[in-house]
């Protein structure tokens, strides 16, 4: 199928800005975050969106509220439990620092291997590939050519890499702020990847930097 994905990560919430674990524990966009999700939805205005799917958690139901100024569609998204962030486990509603300080040898493991390690009760990303490819399963059986994908920056860093074939390095280098979006071009067997930051781009491939920050 020919299809351009548009992956739009929710806007920042505080515990984004104090660097503190989120996972699938909720939090609300602060004043930044839903200026973020306003410049995203004016954007996103301007592209002939067909279909939209939806992490069901509360800073992406929020996002899409204000993205559906713009796009009606946003208001009535499709919601799935897949598209829900990494579970962080244990280590949910700590400061990444205090992590480190409390759980230091929990926090070396994670340092060694991010892709392949788990934190006590938590998820790490071969788990988010096994909810990818079921998501993209599915997704395949609606005819939509343009559509969007209102998520979180663990599971759109998988579900990028399960589109376009990265390795585990290149999926770790992705830092997708929140104002940033990520787009997917699949036509005629090739996939490119550009994205776009507050609505100025393209800008070619990934969004890189610092490596295990969500």
Do not use: C
Not at 41 to 54: K, N, Q
Not at 63 to 91: C, M, Q, Y
């Amino acid at each position: 199928m020919n299809r351009t994905w548009y992956f739009v990560r929710h806007g920042e919430t505080d515990w984004n800005a104090e660097k503190r674990m989120q996972g699938q524990w909720e939090s609300n966009l602060n004043e930044n975050g839903k200026g973020h999700a306003d410049v995203n939805g004016s954007w996103l205005a301007t592209l002939p969106i067909e279909h939209i799917w939806a992490s069901p958690q509360v800073r992406v139901r929020q996002t899409a509220e204000i993205i559906s100024k713009h796009v009606p569609l946003a208001a009535n998204p499709n919601f799935d439990d897949r598209l829900k962030e990494w579970s962080s486990g244990d280590w949910s509603g700590m400061l990444y620092a205090d992590i480190a300080k409390e759980r230091p040898d929990e926090w070396a493991k994670w340092v060694e291997d991010r892709y392949n390690y788990r934190p006590p009760n938590g998820e790490n990303f071969v788990d988010l590939e096994v909810r990818a490819d079921s998501f993209f399963e599915d997704a395949s059986k609606v005819t939509a050519e343009t559509v969007a994908v209102l998520a979180h920056g663990f599971i759109i860093r998988v579900m990028v890499s399960r589109l376009a074939g990265l390795s585990q390095a290149d999926v770790l280098a992705v830092k997708q702020t929140n104002d940033t979006v990520i787009r997917v071009r699949q036509s005629g067997g090739e996939t490119v990847i550009d994205h776009f930051v507050g609505g100025i781009g393209p800008k070619a491939g990934l969004p890189l930097g610092e490596q295990g920050v969500a």
